[in-house]
Nanobody, 121 residues
């Protein structure tokens, strides 16, 4: 079965940086899209960034453009999220997802357990 494991979450001060990692295993699609989502308490889940193996397409939420960078190591089936100039509003549980395309329809999407990022002012 598909298994995703996230790591790298921590507590940092505003202006600091973190790098999140997500390693995928058991996924048989030759083409896929991996994404980072985040959800703060009592807030809706937000897609932060995705990367698609077709054309190496990347996309970012407006709130993180210029600060976050998503990258993919195909050999390791691992996606990273480099987060710079962190703000308190970035505080959330960050989860990794994988799907055959970037629509991320629920029936086709697998999720990790999440890693907590806390940014203090």
């Amino acid at each position: 079965q598909v298994h995703l494991v996230e790591s790298g979450g921590d507590s940092v001060q505003a202006g600091g940086s973190l790098r999140l990692s997500c390693a995928a295993s058991g996924y048989s699609f030759s083409r896929y899209c991996m994404a980072w989502f985040r959800q703060a308490p009592e807030k809706e889940r937000e897609r932060v960034a995705f990367i698609y193996t077709v054309g190496s397409t990347v996309s970012y939420a407006d709130s993180v453009k210029g600060r976050f960078t998503i990258s993919l190591d195909n050999a390791k089936n691992t996606v990273y999220l480099q987060m710079n100039t962190l703000k308190p509003e970035d505080t959330a549980m960050y989860s990794c997802a994988i799907a055959p395309n970037c629509l991320f329809v629920p029936v086709m999407t697998y999720w990790g357990q999440g890693t907590q990022v806390t940014v203090s002012s």
